[in-house]
């Protein structure tokens, strides 16, 4: 009795299953047919986009470091904040270049003195040379003397400028503008060309965006716009990490010349602008939204829109054989129709293959239809966007 009752069961809940499978008998007899709503599938235009992980990437970078050794007396500016270029930033112990310039100048003046006198010691020489007390190892002596010291006072004027040099570099300026890093040596110590970089200026507006591209992604690219101005003349957008889309937009200035031989990949180089947030604040601290070294989506968009065969985003299924949507067919009969997406933005897929122009695809009520039953199509209550 009890292998009865478990066989009554098993066929109770496989003729249950097979009720459930049926589209005669999925629509309950005398029922209304579903009403759905439904669209046209038809050519629109559409920006074609192309997106890839890169990081931002400053457009200079420079690393601040003394030219001399000297003490490290003071520091002029606020760690964090953005400096401009030809600010005072350090300055070094000055006293002992000073005294060093005085003393180059002291010296060359000395030379100039000794050169002034040897001229007119050769002047007198030279005026006697055709006389009976001329003589001429006398006159060879002043000419050499003379051009001794000339050579003297050379010397004593590079030294003067290798002085002044040294002096100047007691004072370390911004080369560059943009935003300046923590300071790695405190005031009072010893600084020297061999201390390591005492900061670094990293440039913000505008910044570059670094990206690789796969080598037959690039080719495919180029094909594509080369009628469009070439890759020089597209669009960069970003998308920040938290997903919302960067304003600004940029335009690609670079194409590695070579192909990455571990990768297969070919590194491009976009310039995008890097305004401020808002105003910046009194200690001099601006915010900005790109941050050198920072991961965004890049994404390519093409120049002119292209027309392609566009349906709702929303109306695409998907399963383990690939990706339909479902089509009212003759007598209002629900269809299977298997498609190839291509190029395809958030809110429009592109239909490569699958489907004609004037299929009447199901946008809304899918989940109350199945292949084979009868349903009600009416427009869809608001139509999709299909801008990017």
Known sequence: MRLAGLGLSALL???LFAYALSPALAQAPGAPPPSVGVIKAEQTAITETSEFVGR????DRVSL??????????????????????DLLYRLERPPFENSA?????????????????????????ELLNTPAGQRAAYDDAQATQRSQAAQVLSAQAQLRQAQINLAYT????????????????????????????????SQDPMYVVFPVASRALSELVKRYTGHGGMTAVVVRLKLPDGSLYGPTGTLDYVDPSVSTN??????????????????????????PLTDGAFVTVVVEGIQPVMALGIPRGSVLSDQQGSYVYVVGA???VETRRIQLGQSTASVAIVAGGLKEGDTVIVEGIQRVRPGITVNPGPAAAPVSTSR
């Open 56 to 59: 931002i990437q400053a457009a």
């Open 263 to 288: 990768t297969d990949t070919i590194l491009l180089r976009a310039r995008i602008a890097n305004p401020p947030n808002k105003t910046p604040a009194a200690n001099g601290v601006v915010e900005r």
């Open 331 to 333: 007598e209002n009969k």
């Open 65 to 86: 470091t003394a030219r001399v050794t000297a003490f490290l007396d003071q520091r002029l500016f606020t760690e964090g904040s953005e400096v401009a270029a030809g």
């Open 171 to 202: 004072e370390i300026r911004a080369p560059t503008a943009g935003k300046i890093s923590r300071s790695a040596i405190s005031v009072g110590n010893v600084v020297s060309p061999t201390s390591g970089a005492l900061a670094t200026i990293v």
């Open 102 to 126: 005085q003393q180059a100048e002291a010296a060359l003046a000395d030379a100039q003195a000794r050169l002034e006198n040897a001229n007119i010691r050769l002047a007198r020489a030279r």
């Open 13 to 15: 809940v496989a003729n």
